[in-house]
């Protein structure tokens, strides 16, 4: 309850630096991080004065349950035709400047918004206005109760990936393996895995987004496992490499390149440095090996609600990090005719530098 509170007065003062009076949340994970509410459908509407109540309007199969997880919300149906329930939802507005979300609604949604809000009288209704960005910049910057979250999130996928790696054997498929970790996930206590596992074994592992295939896995191959569960909304990120029984001769060499661009990354990254420069910190080091083309993706992304969130730490990055970020780092090198080795830990950016939540150890090579 305080913790959605707190978050809208971190909101409220974004408003009037983008020049609107409230904001219009249609975005599902905006929605949640904002009012608590986890239900399917819904619309926000947050005023920038704080001693007007924001609004969140739903249909009749979520009234009880969003009066439930948004107290401090003022609940209001949208039911029947969207003329008449937006009437009713925007005239007590007035002729304020509404910013709504321009990465979310669809050009089809924003004409029928449009329309409908046309149709009340001019002096009576809100300008839309569009917005981006606002809440995915603040969900950016996590406070205690989603760090609760996203740690148990991170101990799951550390438990899950143990249970699966004590227990796989050369033979097994890759989707076996896949369904392994989501079985354990799911069985102590992960509402869903964050996103479908990659298990990915020998060539097919230089795909860094490959599906799990129902191919048997052979002893000596580099198989990547990028997986994460998701719980009470909040998705977890982690890719181990591992082999079964002994390894070639090649994957020393390209698995300690790979460890020494994660390190170096993870110690030398801190608040204020840019995107891009997070990412050169690891590309710096596999490109001095000789394999800069074969790292194809950026070095990481924020974590939160979504899998994929602000900041990305990439070439093309235009965002800066700030205390307080959760995010990834993973650095890869993928050989098309041998396989790929990737190597991602997950965790709190702060003044004093990275913190893994992730509890995995990752793989020394004796050489
Ligand atoms: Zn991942
Ligand atoms: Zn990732």
Request: proline residues 5%; contains cysteine; charged residues 25%.
């Amino acid at each position: 309850m305080t913790s959605t509170m707190s978050r809208i007065d971190r909101i409220r003062p974004r408003l009037s630096e983008a020049n609107v009076d409230a904001l219009l949340i249609t975005e599902l994970h905006n929605r949640r991080y904002a009012s608590g509410f986890s239900g399917s459908n819904g619309w926000l509407v947050i005023p920038a004065d704080d001693a007007r109540a924001p609004i969140l309007a739903t249909d009749f199969r979520y009234l009880e349950q969003a009066a439930q997880e948004s107290p401090e919300f003022e609940v209001v149906q949208m039911k029947g035709e969207m003329q008449k329930w937006w009437d009713e939802l925007a005239r007590p507005l007035g002729r304020i400047r509404l910013g709504f979300e321009s990465a979310d609604l669809t050009v089809s949604a924003h004409k029928r918004l449009r329309d409908v809000n046309a149709k009340i009288p001019a002096s009576q209704r809100p300008a839309l206005v569009q917005t981006a960005n606002i809440v995915e910049s603040i969900r950016a910057v996590k406070d205690d109760a989603e760090l609760a979250l996203l740690r148990r999130a991170a101990q799951l996928t550390d438990d899950a990936f143990a249970h699966a790696t004590s227990a796989v054997e050369a033979g097994w498929t890759e989707s076996r393996v896949s369904w392994e970790i989501e079985q354990y996930a799911r069985g102590h206590g992960a509402e869903a895995m964050a996103f479908e596992s990659i298990v990915a074994a020998g060539p097919w592992g230089a795909r860094p987004h490959a599906r799990p295939r129902d191919e048997a896995i052979e002893m000596g191959e580099p198989i990547v496992i990028d997986m994460g569960a998701r719980f009470s909304g909040y998705c977890a990120d982690m890719t181990r490499t591992i082999v079964l029984g002994e390894h070639d001769e090649q994957f020393p060499r390209i698995y300690d390149i790979v460890l020494a661009a994660h390190e170096t990354a993870a110690q030398m990254i801190e608040p204020g440095m840019s995107g891009k420069d997070a990412d050169q910190l690891a590309r710096q080091v596999i490109t001095d090996a000789g394999y800069g083309e074969q790292f194809g993706h950026g070095l990481g992304h924020g974590v939160g609600l979504q899998i994929h969130e602000t900041p990305h730490l990439g070439v093309t990055s235009k965002d800066t990090l700030e205390p307080g970020m959760v995010i990834t780092i993973e650095p890869g090198i993928y050989l098309s005719d041998w396989g790929g080795v990737r190597i991602e830990d997950m965790g709190l950016l702060d003044e004093q530098g990275f913190h893994s939540f992730t509890g995995t150890p990752k793989l020394r090579m004796l050489a």
